[in-house]
């Protein structure tokens, strides 16, 4: 077997995989962990809201702390429960645009033809109409997407990361400060 042959298997399956987005990371879950790197407390909350769920965040987290804070203010917005997809908080889709595409999504009848070609028009409306299946049920997620697009007019022309940076970052302007110790508070 010639060296040629020995290896194009491998390289093609590895262009293929690569293309696929199997090895290179999503750039948009790269500029979000970019984002939240800036701020631990907001990257913890997150992550927490991302694993256990925005109400039950919203139900235990400690009062006052930056959990809490992004849980309330997440919850008390109509886009707050897109915060549960990956990427979200880089998102640059116009808010109305991407409910308009989530919409259109959610109430098509599927087949596995026309789920692959849904996935392909419109990726990021496809992952978001996916994690609000996932956690709401199909009848909850189009309740939740007609209140999204009826409450979210003011900030329809906005891009949806910025919305959701803007949110959090009210919580980190409103968090109370940790005690820091000066000279003069030792004894």
Known sequence: MSVARRYTLPVLLSF???????????????????????????????????????????????????AACVAATLTADPLGKLISVEGALAESAKVAQLLADLEQLLQQDFSFDQLASALEKSAAAATY?????????????????????????????????????????????????????????KV
């Open 129 to 185: 109409a996916k994690t609000l299946i996932e956690q709401q049920g199909l009848e909850q997620a189009l309740l939740t997407l007609k209140q999204m697009v009826t409450a979210s007019t003011a900030v329809a022309q906005q891009d949806l990361g910025v919305h959701l940076q803007s949110l959090l970052q009210s919580c980190k302007n409103a968090a109370p400060a940790e005690p820091t110790t000066t000279a003069s508070q």
């Open 16 to 66: 293929f995989l690569t293309s696929c987005g199997y090895f290179s990371a999503d750039p948009k879950q790269l500029a979000e962990q970019a984002w939240l790197a800036k701020d631990q407390q907001l990257a913890a909350a997150v992550t927490q809201i991302r694993e256990q769920g925005l109400d039950a965040v919203a139900a235990s987290a400690e009062a006052g702390s930056v």
